[in-house]
């Protein structure tokens, strides 16, 4: 049986009334839960097997949609095939992670030769060192970098280690921000923040940060930013307000941590590099172990100096699994020979095409496509985003209905509209994927759910 829950609590939006009338809208997404679920009765069946152990069926919140989400049986390239016998073209790219497409043969040939020698070593391997050096060769700020199990750990290592360095304890971020299962600044990010002592800020609003930072900058050890919000609507940090930043927290000697966990795929030295702003710090993860469990945080040798007993460095780094050795080898093996300059400035472009072509598409509609280069989102919404808060307006049945829209035509984003390309994306699935997002445009606006702006007045 499929029940339906209110799209907007989904959504994190307040519940609508007892008393609320059904609209239209939300009978469609009804109906689209209804035909989704009786397509597939085993991944129907495994879900709710699964939700007897873990809570909501899984243990990565984000991956939950309504009514369930299929289960995966293969992957391969750019596609997933599910148990229920439904193929679609992965357009999500696991959150950026899955950069290189479904078991590409370079780090499938890595994972072979891990096999091969040997793993959980409790020693170190020459390929931790591989992978230093590719890291710090490429990325304009990292002079020194160590790794974590995953972008969050990451982000809290690089705060903690600007809260050592500055003796300050005031951790400076952005509304709306998503830096982490533990870092998360949106409105239902509250019970599970790391405990430290924030200042909120608004995204792209320059002004605002540097009267923050003129009152009690020189308590704050640290800004936490990325150069375009990802996970809060892939919003893009302008130029002049991320300049602005860089220059406030030298003047205030507050540490300037770009987190890249998602933007370093912009160019071969991230978003950094794209934007010719060079941050104090830099976290990375996702793509950058090839698939296998990531993060990493680096600078200045002289503040990462804090790890290195010979240096006078007090702090103690540890985690089992911070140099384990798929991650290692994978990550070293991909980026040598996959990661290039090429194609990373080609998947860039491609994305920034695609965008374009995706907002032309949509016209005069109440939708919004914002992103840079591969990384992209779709917004149900009239005016323009630019801040997290712009995304109050987002009708959420709209957004529901594109997203089951575009899965029943065999393309898998992300339910908020969330897509990042990976290398195996082609394209004639691009343009396969641009005729299938014009076709639930069209269903959607000629069923009345999607208004034309100009015919609103
Ligand atoms: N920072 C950013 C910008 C992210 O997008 C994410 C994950 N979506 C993280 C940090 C956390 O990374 P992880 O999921 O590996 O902990």
Request: charged share 20%; net charge negative; aromatic share 8%.
């Amino acid at each position: 049986m499929v029940t339906m829950t209110d799209p907007r609590t989904l959504a994190g939006v307040a519940p609508v009334a007892a008393s609320h009338a059904v609209s239209a809208a939300e009978m469609a997404v009804a109906d689209a839960h209804q035909a989704y679920a009786a397509g597939r009765p085993i991944s129907s069946a495994q879900a709710a097997a699964a939700s007897v152990v873990l809570p909501a069926g899984s243990t990565r919140s984000v991956l939950d949609f309504e009514p369930f989400p299929f289960r995966v049986a293969r992957a391969e390239g750019s596609n997933l095939h599910d148990v229920d016998g439904f193929s679609y073209v992965d357009l999500l790219g696991d959150y950026t992670a899955g950069l290189f497409g479904h078991n590409p043969p370079v780090v499938r040939a890595a994972i072979e030769a891990v096999l091969d020698r040997g793993w959980s070593l409790g020693a170190i391997a020459d390929n931790e060192h591989r992978l230093a050096e590719l890291i710090t060769g490429r990325f304009p700020s990292i002079e020194q970098v160590r790794f974590t199990n995953s972008g969050t750990e990451a982000n809290l290592m690089a705060i903690s280690l600007a809260r050592h360095v500055t003796g300050r304890s005031k951790v400076l971020v952005f509304d709306g921000a998503y830096h982490g299962g533990l870092l998360y600044f949106g409105a239902t990010g509250g019970p599970l923040q790391a405990p430290f002592d924030y200042e909120r800020a608004r995204y792209n609003d320059l002004a605002g940060v540097q009267d923050l930072l003129a009152r009690v900058g020189d308590e704050v050890a640290c800004v936490l930013v990325e150069p375009m919000m990802g996970s809060g609507g892939c919003l893009r940090g302008t130029p002049e307000f991320l300049g602005g930043l860089a220059d406030a927290c030298r003047r205030h000697g507050v540490v300037l941590i770009f987190d890249e966990v998602m933007t370093s795929r912009m160019s071969i030295g991230g978003a950094q590099q794209r934007l010719g702003i060079t941050p104090d710090m830099t976290t990375l993860g996702k793509y950058l172990g090839g698939g296998m469990t990531f993060g990493a945080f680096g600078g200045p040798g002289d503040m990462m100096a804090a790890f290195d007993p010979a240096r006078g460095g007090a702090l103690t780094h540890g985690g089992t699994f911070n140099n384990n050795a798929f991650t290692m080898a994978v990550g070293a093996a991909a980026m040598a020979e996959l990661l290039t300059a090429e194609a990373l400035d080609a998947l860039f472009e491609r994305g920034e095409a695609l965008r374009r072509r995706l907002q032309d598409r949509v016209g005069d509609r109440a939708l919004q496509v914002t992103g840079w280069g591969s990384i992209i989102a779709i917004h149900a919404t009239e005016g323009e985003v630019r801040r997290p808060e712009d995304l109050a307006s987002v009708d959420a049945a709209v957004a529901e209905l594109v997203f089951h829209g575009l899965l029943a035509r065999g393309f898998y984003v992300a339910r908020r509209g969330f897509l990042a390309l990976s290398l195996a994306v082609g394209d004639a699935q691009i343009d396969a994927f641009v005729a299938a997002f014009g076709d639930v445009v069209d269903d959607l606006t000629e069923r009345g759910f999607l208004v034309v702006d100009s015919l609103r007045f």
